[in-house]
């Protein structure tokens, strides 16, 4: 019953290319994701580097992510995340400079069920709802554009 899903989505930011890269991290997020709250397991101090683990969720939403890659210089990184209860993901970014002060975002997911519930999910990120999921994404970073310029993020 393998059931996967692939979408990929592209927003505009209103920010330098190396600040915005760095807007797509577990400590980025925790500034305009409402709820976001990573638990750090390596390195504990939540420091965004290539083989770092940590979680989010509870019970069957308990998710374990590892960031395979991350290239500031390139500005792409790659998170493995398995939600051992149904699912598991590959999700990539990637920053493009578009001038000083906007940068172009792509952010894909590639989804894989592993049982019925997990195909339940994967159906919340079929079509226009993952557009719209990202296209939330870029009007809450420009809601707390201020904040995230101001902040050294690690």
């Known amino acids: 019953m393998p059931h996967r899903l692939h979408a990929s989505h592209r927003i505009v930011v209103d920010a330098p290319v190396d600040q915005t890269f760095m807007f797509f ?11 976001w709250k990573p638990t750090y397991v390596y390195p504990s101090d939540g420091r ?10 509870q019970g069957d939403e308990l998710t374990i992510w590892t960031l395979a890659d991350f290239d500031r210089e390139a500005h792409r ?18 920053c493009v400079t578009l001038d000083k002060a906007r940068t172009e975002v792509w952010v894909s997911y590639t989804l894989t069920a592993l049982n019925a519930a997990g195909k339940q999910v994967l159906e919340d990120f079929e079509g226009e709802r993952f557009t719209a999921m990202i296209d939330d994404w870029a009007r809450k970073i420009a809601g707390r554009r201020e904040l995230l310029l101001a902040t050294s993020i690690r």
Do not use: I, K, N, Q
């Not at 965004?48 to 969720?57: A, L, P, Q």
């Not at 990184?77 to 990637?94: D, G, H, I, K, Q």
């Open 48 to 57: 965004t580097e290539s083989g770092m683990v940590f979680t989010t969720g």
């Open 25 to 35: 991290t577990p400590a980025g997020e925790e500034l305009w994701v409402d709820g």
């Open 77 to 94: 990184s790659r998170y493995l995340r398995c939600t051992p209860a149904s699912r598991t993901c590959l999700v990539e970014v990637r």
